[in-house]
C-alpha cells in the first residue's frame, strides 16, 4: 500500500538471477533433467524497495558440492548510475532427480555437463561479498 517492495519479491529477484545465469552457460533450467528445489533461504533487508525502482542483482557461487549448490545475492536499486545496496542474502538449492511413479525427489549428482561449468568464485571474492 505504501510503495514498497514485499520482501518475498527479493526471492523472485534472485530466480530470475539465477535463470539469466543458466542461459549465460548455454543452460536452461527445465531441460537439466534434474531440478533444483530451495533448501534454504535467507535475506537481510538494509533499505526498501519502491515501486517501478530499477533494480540490480548481483548473484555469486559462493558454494559447488556434488549436490548443491549455495549462491550469495545482493540486490540493489540503480539510480543516477550508482547501485544502493538494499538486501543481501544467501540460497542454497539441491539437485534432485524426481521418481516418474512415486514422485519422490531424491539427492542426485549435478549433470557432469553442467558441474563443468560452474564453479565457485574465488575466496577474495566471497570476502569481499561478505563485508
Same mark, same amino acid.
Given at each position: 500500500m505504501v510503495g514498497i &517492495?514485499?520482501?518475498s519479491n527479493f526471492f523472485r529477484y534472485v530466480e530470475a538471477a539465477e535463470t539469466a545465469f543458466y542461459r549465460s552457460l548455454g543452460l536452461s533450467i527445465t531441460n537439466m533433467g534434474v531440478g533444483w528445489p530451495r533448501v534454504h533461504a535467507e535475506f537481510d533487508y538494509k533499505? #526498501?524497495?519502491r515501486f517501478e525502482d530499477t533494480v540490480q542483482v548481483t548473484l555469486t557461487v559462493v558454494e559447488r558440492r556434488p549436490r548443491s549448490i549455495v549462491y550469495a545475492a545482493k540486490v @540493489?536499486? &540503480? $539510480?543516477? @548510475?550508482a547501485v544502493t545496496e538494499c538486501a543481501r542474502g544467501k540460497v542454497a538449492i539441491a539437485c534432485v532427480k524426481e521418481d516418474p511413479v512415486t514422485r519422490q525427489l531424491t539427492s542426485? #549428482?549435478?549433470p557432469a555437463a553442467v558441474a563443468a561449468l560452474i $564453479? =565457485? =568464485?574465488p575466496e577474495a571474492d566471497i570476502e569481499d561479498w561478505m563485508r
Open positions: &517492495v514485499h520482501f533499505r #526498501p524497495l @540493489g536499486k &540503480v $539510480e543516477d @548510475g542426485t #549428482p549435478i $564453479e =565457485a =568464485a
